[in-house]
């Protein structure tokens, strides 16, 4: 996966690693069948511990530890998926203080994710995959000048 998504992507791409650093202008992936999750100490904890709405890895348990470890400046990104995973993840993110982006109907393939996300009503954003980019470069900048 991270050779597929590297081919598509300007910034580097990578498995996660137990211990493994999180470093800006990096993408991170959960390996198969385990669970990723951010440390306070932004490093990376990988765990096989019970599936989580029927999936390993979660992106509920994901993002509700990025809105541990960043507070208001996570930003949770809900893609194309089926079934509700990452809808626990992104009220966690918002009662922190963090944004939300869903993706859009029309440019998903399996709405299930964004809309059960778009459901729980901390969604900031609902937005066509091509237009996500740059809502996620301009949420980027404004903190860099905070």
Request: charge should be negative; proline fraction near 6%.
């Amino acid at each position: 996966m991270p050779q597929i998504f590297g081919r598509r992507s300007n910034l580097p791409v990578y498995q996660a690693v137990e211990g493994m650093p999180v470093e800006p202008g990096h993408v991170y992936l959960a390996p198969p069948d385990r669970h990723m999750l951010i440390n306070g100490d932004t490093t990376v904890s990988l765990t096989q511990t019970e599936l989580v709405n029927f999936v390993r890895p979660s992106a509920d348990l994901m993002f509700e530890s990025v809105a541990a470890a960043y507070g208001e400046r996570a930003i949770a990104v809900v893609l194309t998926g089926t079934g509700k995973d990452g809808s626990m993840g992104v009220t966690a993110i918002k009662a922190r203080g963090g944004t939300v982006i869903a993706q859009d109907e029309e440019s998903s393939e399996f709405f299930g994710m964004p809309s059960a996300a778009i459901r729980t009503g901390t969604v900031d954003f609902v937005l066509s995959l091509d237009e996500i980019p740059a809502a996620l470069i301009t949420l980027l900048e404004g903190e860099v000048r905070d």
